[in-house]
């Protein structure tokens, strides 16, 4: 197997990861993306996104002439699609957008040869992966002579390196020996399990993951505005609700955002509007949380003014959509930030894992403190967690939206349960 030529398409967050641990796998891989940004600094031997390890392993293979990048496909013996699959915006529900999915199917189309394998591991609705196969079809692919399987990505950003290895991957092709195809090749680089099943259960059982995770974050974001309602500390209750041994709230946020949580479960309402009515509402309440932020800021700010006459000034602290990571799509924090900045209002953000910002400034935690009149803890990045920090902090009278300043409270004993391994997952 290992003879033979990958070509990765799409190479951001998982698809340069996945390219580079395949070249290190002694696997001859070729990327492709569409930014000539991306394949030129990958050609560089180095990497256009924040992920640990990463460099060191690209660096090493683009060396060794194993990973190289290029802005069209190439021939190979094996294809996987790593392209976004955001959604449409603008209706009611949310709808999946597969257009990155089918032009990338396009792209290779024509290089396609009896027994090749095309892989879809982008997050996708339900039939994509058949869609794909008539799409291909329909370009004249005699599609009766390759193999096409869906392989979700289950990868925690921070993590992918390990992870992409460790982790059990399910993998689900349009028939049975596409399944094994696929799942022979998965098993020459993965340590964890690989599990067959068809590509319609693989494709919904990503989704499912992802919004079992929307879910749970929900109850802990409804439980927090209950509680800002009740005047209870909703940290504590946690912490204290998570001392019975089968319960394991999650921790609030600010919102849930991020390419993931934020956008996979819609693509399950979208298909079954009628029936997903819980996986809908944990998302309405994940958003109406974001909402809630920008009001209590803005009352908080509107009583700062009063109280100075003259505008406060409000300084967000992270814009990212989760803990120490450079990544702001779909951020709860940004929309915050956004929201404030628009009704007219100061503001600047501290956001260590960024070096500027076309929106906002992007000022020290420093500067900060000293300038700002009502500060918003919006995620917990480890910069504002430090004993240090947290006591400056809580004297300034920051307004803690995400347990930032709660460190050390809201833990759970260890040997509560099997589930106290990952306690704490974040959105
Ligand atoms: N990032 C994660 O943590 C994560 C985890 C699990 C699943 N996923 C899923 O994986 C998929 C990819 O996500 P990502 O985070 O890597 O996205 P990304 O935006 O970081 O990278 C996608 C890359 O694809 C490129 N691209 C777009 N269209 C192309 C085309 N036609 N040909 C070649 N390149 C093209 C883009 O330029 C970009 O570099 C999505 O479906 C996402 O939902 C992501």
Redesign the pocket.
């Known amino acids: 197997m290992k003879n033979k030529t990958v070509c990765v398409?799409?190479?951001?967050?998982?698809?340069?990861p996945t390219a580079a641990l395949l070249a290190s796998a002694g696997y001859e891989v070729v990327g492709?993306?569409?930014?000539e940004h991306?394949v030129n600094t990958i050609n560089q031997g180095k990497i256009h996104?924040v992920e640990p390890d990463l460099d060191a392993v690209v660096q090493a293979t683009v060396a060794a002439g194993r990973l190289r990048a290029c802005t069209s496909?190439h021939a190979a013996d094996v294809y996987m699609i790593?392209?976004?699959?955001p959604f449409h915006e603008g209706t009611e529900i949310p709808q999946p957008n597969v257009e990155?999915v089918m032009?990338?199917t396009r792209?290779v189309a024509g290089l396609l040869k009896r027994g090749d394998l095309v892989i879809l591991?982008?997050?996708?609705p339900v039939g994509t992966t058949l869609e794909m196969r008539e799409m291909l079809a329909g370009q004249g692919v005699d599609v009766s002579s390759i193999h096409i399987a869906y392989c979700?990505?289950?990868?925690?950003?921070g993590k992918?390196m390990t992870e992409l290895v460790g982790n059990d991957r399910v993998v689900g092709g349009v028939t049975q020996a596409d399944t094994r195809v696929a799942a022979d090749f998965y098993r020459t680089f993965v340590k964890g399990q690989v599990l067959e099943t068809d590509a319609k259960t693989a494709e919904l059982c990503?989704l499912a993951e992802n919004s079992f995770r929307d879910v749970n974050i929900a109850i802990a974001n409804e439980l927090s505005i209950i509680c800002d309602e009740q005047g209870i500390d909703v940290w504590k209750l946690i912490s204290l609700a998570n001392h019975h041994p089968r319960v394991n709230i999650l921790q609030p946020g600010a919102g849930v955002g991020?390419?993931?949580i934020a956008?996979?479960p819609w693509f399950i309402v979208a298909k079954s509007p009628a029936s997903a009515r819980l996986i809908r509402a944990a998302r309405e309440v994940n958003n109406h949380k974001t909402e809630w932020a920008v009001n209590k800021i803005s009352e908080t700010m509107t009583a700062a003014t009063q109280r100075l006459g003259r505008p406060a000034r409000l300084a967000c602290l992270g814009l990212a959509f989760k803990p120490d990571i450079d990544?702001l799509r779909e951020s709860p924090s940004l929309q915050i930030a956004r929201a404030i900045k628009a009704s007219g209002r100061q503001v600047v953000a501290v956001e260590p894992n960024i070096e500027a910002h076309d929106e906002f400034d992007i000022v020290s935690l420093e500067n900060a403190l000293a300038s700002a009149d009502v500060i918003a803890v919006l995620v917990k990045h480890k910069q504002f967690c430090d004993l240090h920090a947290i006591k400056r902090l809580l004297s300034a009278g920051a307004i803690d939206f995400c347990g930032a300043l709660t460190r050390g409270k809201n833990r759970r004993p260890a040997s509560t349960s099997q589930l106290a391994a990952a306690p704490y997952l974040e959105p």
């Not at 790593?82 to 699959?85: A, D, F, L, R, S």
């Not at 591991?121 to 996708?124: D, I, L, V």
């Open positions: 398409v799409g190479l951001g967050y998982i698809g340069l492709v993306d569409v930014s991306a996104i496909p790593c392209v976004p699959t990155y032009a990338a792209s591991e982008s997050t996708s979700p990505e289950r990868v925690l950003p992918i990503k991020g390419h993931c956008v996979d990544d």
